[in-house]
């Protein structure tokens, strides 16, 4: 009979859901809220961007609202859906920033001699990323009501889903960009700031997408952003939400959200076998 030697880093702490705890995820999600909390200049770059686009596009909007009746009803309608894309860019963001944050310190290999596993660093990813989203886009939201007469919440009960199905998406690209890096190294890096924008044009955020080319829409209505903005729309101009946009939204989410799961955790069992997680920083 072998006799099995005990675990190097025995959990002091009860398994949880599927052998994880609660605990483990909470001291992550903690540790990277003690960075921004105690950061005045992390927090000003939370919110700096969203406001920076509110205004340009609201100033803009109060352009477009002086020239005739069709785009005045359209201008509350462009900074609505600047407000929820800013919704999928800060949670994509967000994590792939609380990831890099990670890799620059070096900290992967000592993260990863703990007990903690995989899908526990990733929740944390996933709880910060909508911390982020809330603390950058309080301000704007608010700017949006005061400067501009733009409420959000005036979408109702689908804001809710719509936000949701945006986060499942940058979610989503966060993870996949998370998985690039890890497999071919800080040379990659740059794919976190970029992969969120190259769904922009097709998502059909600030155009209908039948102003789009007829064959470019079978494309679009592959990305669950573009049913988000066109549920949106359909709020906004008729008062009408087309709940089958939603429908697709999520499935097509839960669709992405699997594909890049296992990419990621694919990603990450390759580089822990090459040993990649102790020099992720260099």
Known sequence: ???????LYPDPTPPGFLGGSPRRIMAMVMRNWFLIRKSWPRILELCYWPTVQLLVWGFMS????GQSSLLASAAGVLISA???WEVLVRTQIGMSITFLEELWSRNLGNLFVSPLRPWEWVVSL??????????????PVVLAIAFFD?????????????????????VAVGLLTAGMILRHGL??????????????????VYYPLSSLPSWLQYLCVSLPSTHVFEGMRAVLFNGIMDWSRLGWAIALNLFYLTLASLYF?????????RGALLQAGE
């Open 1 to 7: 009979m072998t006799i099995q030697p005990a675990p």
């Open 62 to 65: 109060q352009f477009l609202r």
């Open 82 to 84: 600047v407000l929820l």
């Open 126 to 139: 996933v709880v910060m990323g909508f911390i982020r989203v809330i603390l950058g886009l309080g301000p």
């Open 150 to 170: 733009v409420s959000l919440f005036d979408l109702g009960l689908p804001l809710a889903g719509f936000f949701a199905n945006l986060m499942m998406l940058g």
């Open 187 to 204: 040379g990659a890096e740059s794919l976190c700031w970029m992969a969120v924008f190259v769904l922009a044009p097709f998502s059909a």
């Open 265 to 273: 955790l694919g990603a990450f069992r390759g580089a822990r076998r």
